[in-house]
């Protein structure tokens, strides 16, 4: 059983995505064109924002909203421990220093009393992840930015369409980015990226940092980039953002299987959910103390895993020069050696969640003994 089928969402809009794509290859409006402004503006409305803003990938947007909230060579950016890199790499590439902030042990998410620990006279913004598709808790969140007069970045890559308190993942801070690589719950056909948000000056500076500093061509008011959505992803990306809500309906579901299957098993620990969160479930993510031998016993029942993430971030050579030796961010080195990753995805029948909770039972058990 594969973990995840990045196809199975292109053949739910196959017709209308190779319609949409054929009329952008026709008018030859390839960059910033109006597939594009249109995507834009369809996505900043799903997310019950004003501003919308289209750029080559996650990463990108997270770099991009930094850079136009205002952030300077050295100051310091308290960033989620437990993620992708790539969230510590904006925050560097921003030119900034990251500086790490240990999940709450029930959530994995960014713990809001650990951050305001954090807080110094470098500090200029906080970015907070939403871990898996689960919103972070942003109401105390936003409180330590306003009274320490912080940038607050939500990095919403892995939770399109998540619900906080009602409110849609992305709307939560001064910022939301996105990526919108294949295997997200709405992803395109290669990389992409967005940034939401309702403050004007943000939206226009990012505008301008996303095509050379440049609001008209040729007059280049600040130092750019190159990162711009192209038409054909948006293209493709406006055939599929009709259905995501359809397809994370699903996803809520195979996770729901799960939580009830699996939630007498021995020693595995499932993730949780607070009551004011409407997960997405980009990612089923459980812990086991013996993550290695649990996903080789379910590799031989045709069970494909995948581990988020196996090496965390303060670990990896690329950070090395911070000085954060092993057994600084514990919290985090922790779930780095203990979490699997389960299928999860539309794909997913009835019957192929309770293959899967049936081959997790019986690997724990066999673990055991």
């Not at 959505?229 to 055939?239: N, Y």
């Not at 969160?277 to 045709?302: I, K, S, T």
């Not at 999860?344 to 690997?363: F, N």
Request: glycine share 8%; charged share 25%.
């Amino acid at each position: 059983m594969p973990f995840l089928d990045v196809a199975a969402a292109f053949r739910d809009v196959e017709d209308a995505a190779l319609a949409a794509v054929g009329d952008v290859l026709r008018s030859g409006r390839y960059v910033l064109g109006p597939e594009t402004a249109a995507f834009e503006r369809e996505f900043a409305d799903y997310c019950g924002c004003a501003f919308g803003i289209g750029v080559g990938s996650g990463l990108d947007a997270l770099t991009i909203a930094l850079q136009a909230g205002g952030l300077q060579p050295g100051d310091e950016v308290i960033v989620s421990a437990h993620t992708f890199i790539a969230t510590w790499l904006a925050v560097s590439r921003a030119g900034a220093v990251p500086v790490p902030a240990e999940p709450h042990p029930r959530t994995w998410n960014v713990d809001p009393a650990r951050v305001e620990t954090l807080v110094t006279h470098r500090t200029r913004a906080i970015v907070a992840v939403d871990l898996y598709g689960q919103p972070a808790d942003f109401a105390p969140l936003a409180d330590v930015a306003s009274r320490h007069r912080l940038l607050l970045v939500e990095d919403a890559a892995q939770a399109h369409g998540a619900r906080y308190h009602g409110r849609r993942a992305g709307s939560l801070a001064d910022a939301g980015c996105f990526s919108f690589y294949p295997g997200k719950n709405l992803g395109a056909a290669g990389d992409a990226g967005a940034i939401v948000t309702d403050d004007p000056e943000l939206a226009e500076r990012a505008r301008m940092i996303r095509n050379y500093g440049s609001r008209a061509k040729y007059h280049h008011e600040l130092q750019g980039l190159n990162s711009r959505l192209d038409s054909v992803q948006a293209a493709v990306l406006r055939a599929k953002l009709p259905l995501l809500d359809d397809w994370n309906a699903r996803r809520r579901e195979v996770a729901a299987e799960y939580l009830s299957l699996l939630g007498d098993v021995p020693e595995l620990t499932l993730p949780s959910a607070p009551a004011w969160a409407e997960p997405v479930w980009h990612l089923f993510v459980v812990q086991h103390a013996r993550r290695d031998a649990l996903r080789e016993a379910l590799a031989a029942r045709g069970v494909e895993t995948l581990i988020h993430y196996p090496i965390a971030c303060h670990r990896a050579p690329a950070y090395r020069h911070l000085g954060l030796p092993p057994g600084s961010l514990p919290e985090s080195e922790r779930l780095a050696d203990r979490v699997p990753t389960l299928p999860m995805g539309r794909h997913l029948t009835d019957e192929d969640g309770a293959y899967v909770a049936a081959c997790v039972r019986d690997a724990v058990d066999r673990s055991a003994d």
